[in-house]
T-cell receptor, first 114, second 111 residues
Framework: SAVISQKPSRDICQRGTSLTIQCQVD?????MFWYRQQPGQSLTLIAT?????????ESGFVIDKFPISRPNLTFSTLTVSNMSPEDSSIYLC???????????FGSGTRLTVV | KQEVTQIPAALSVPEGENLVLNCSFT??????LQWFRQDPGKGLTSLLL?????REQTSGRLNASLDKSSGRSTLYIAASQPGDSATYLC??????????FGGGTRVLVKP
C-alpha cells in the first residue's frame, strides 16, 4: 500500500501566524484528504484535496482558514491560517489507494498554538 | 448522516486475554469498513479492511467481522499482548469516498 510522509511532525506556533503541513505519497493516488483530531476526540474530515482544482470542504471548514493545494497526484499541503489556541490539534493527511481500496494515513502533525 | 459508535470507550485486560471491540453504524449503505490502530500522538495504522460484500477479514491474531444488515462490526484480537495497547478506531467508507470515524476504544493490556 501507499506510504505517506508528513511533515512537520510537530510544531509550536504563535497565535495569528500560519503553518503549512506537507504530505508526500510514494505513489500516485486518486484522492487525498485532510483530517483534524482535537485532543481526546476522533477524526473529523476537513476537506478532500482535488488534483488541479479547488478542495472540497466539509461543513464548518472554510478555504480562507484551511487553504489546501494539490498540484499533482502525489503531493498535497494544508495551511492552518491565522491560528488561535483552538486550532491546537493533530492534523492528518490520508490517501485512498485504489490498488487495495483502503485508506493510508500520514504520521500526523501535532500543532500547539500559544 | 452516518454515525459510528464504538463501545466500550476504554478497555483494560490482562495479558493473554482475547479482546473484543465493537463498532456500530447507522446507515447500512456503506462501501467498506476499516479498522485502524493509533498510538498516542501518532498517525493511524491500517489493520483490516472489509469490503461491503465481505463478512470478515483475518490477519494474524486479528479478525474483523461485518454485518451490514445490523450495522455492526467486531474486531477480535486473540491472545492480547502489552504491545497491543493503543486506541482502535473503526471507520466506515461511503459515497464520495469519505470516511466516518467512531470515537475509538482505548485498550490497555496489562503484563
Amino acid at each position: 500500500s501507499a506510504v505517506i510522509s508528513q511533515k512537520p511532525s510537530r510544531d509550536i506556533c504563535q497565535r495569528g501566524t500560519s503553518l503549512t503541513i506537507q504530505c508526500q505519497v510514494d505513489s500516485q493516488v486518486t484522492m487525498m484528504f485532510w483530517y483534524r483530531q482535537q485532543p481526546g476526540q476522533s477524526l473529523t474530515l476537513i476537506a478532500t484535496a482535488n488534483q488541479g482544482s479547488e478542495a472540497t470542504y466539509e461543513s464548518g471548514f472554510v478555504i480562507d482558514k484551511f487553504p489546501i493545494s494539490r498540484p499533482n497526484l502525489t503531493f498535497s499541503t494544508l495551511t492552518v491560517s491565522n491560528m488561535s489556541p483552538e486550532d491546537s490539534s493533530i492534523y492528518l493527511c490520508s490517501a485512498l489507494d485504489r490498488g487495495v481500496d483502503g485508506y493510508t494515513f500520514g504520521s500526523g502533525t501535532r500543532l500547539t498554538v500559544v | 448522516k452516518q454515525e459510528v459508535t464504538q463501545i466500550p470507550a476504554a478497555l483494560s485486560v490482562p495479558e493473554g486475554e482475547n479482546l473484543v471491540l465493537n463498532c456500530s453504524f447507522t446507515d447500512s449503505a456503506i462501501y467498506n469498513l476499516q479498522w485502524f490502530r493509533q498510538d498516542p500522538g501518532k498517525g493511524l495504522t491500517s489493520l483490516l479492511l472489509i469490503q461491503s460484500s465481505q463478512r470478515e477479514q483475518t490477519s494474524g491474531r486479528l479478525n474483523a467481522s461485518l454485518d451490514k444488515s445490523s450495522g455492526r462490526s467486531t474486531l477480535y484480537i486473540a491472545a492480547s499482548q502489552p504491545g497491543d495497547s493503543a486506541t482502535y478506531l473503526c471507520a466506515v467508507g461511503a459515497a464520495g469516498n469519505k470516511l466516518t470515524f467512531g470515537g475509538g476504544t482505548r485498550v490497555l493490556v496489562k503484563p
